[in-house]
């Protein structure tokens, strides 16, 4: 039985939610849950994008034992594709903070 089964459950929840939009996330993204998520040592998970630290995303695809992540930036005030993804082992994962709908 797998440690993170709630994290996997919530994760592809918010896929179908914005899976069922009538929208697409191309540069705005206007169907989009933004999150954050945490490691297992609770520090907030980054990646680094245009010499910047982003700590926001987009559930694209939860497979298996892995979710991909749409790497997205804030620019005042509106979250923005960057239109790269991640792929991270869900068994990193200990929390979702649930940041914005847009």
Do not use: E, H, P, W
């Not at 929208?23 to 989009?32: A, D, H, K, Q, V």
């Not at 933004?34 to 995303?57: A, E, H, R």
């Not at 005030?77 to 903070?97: E, H, M, P, W």
């Amino acid at each position: 039985m797998r440690n993170n089964n709630c994290i996997c459950n919530l994760l592809k929840y918010i896929s179908v939610l914005q899976d069922n939009s009538t929208n697409m996330c191309n540069f705005n993204c206007y169907n989009t849950r933004v999150i954050s998520i945490y490691k297992k040592n609770g520090d907030l998970f980054t990646t680094n994008y245009g010499n910047n630290d982003n700590q926001f995303f987009r559930v694209m695809n939860v497979s298996d034992n892995c979710v991909t992540l749409l790497v997205l930036v804030c620019i005042n005030g509106c979250y923005r594709s960057t239109k790269q993804f991640i792929t991270v082992n869900l068994d990193c994962i200990c929390a979702v903070k649930r940041i914005k709908d847009v």
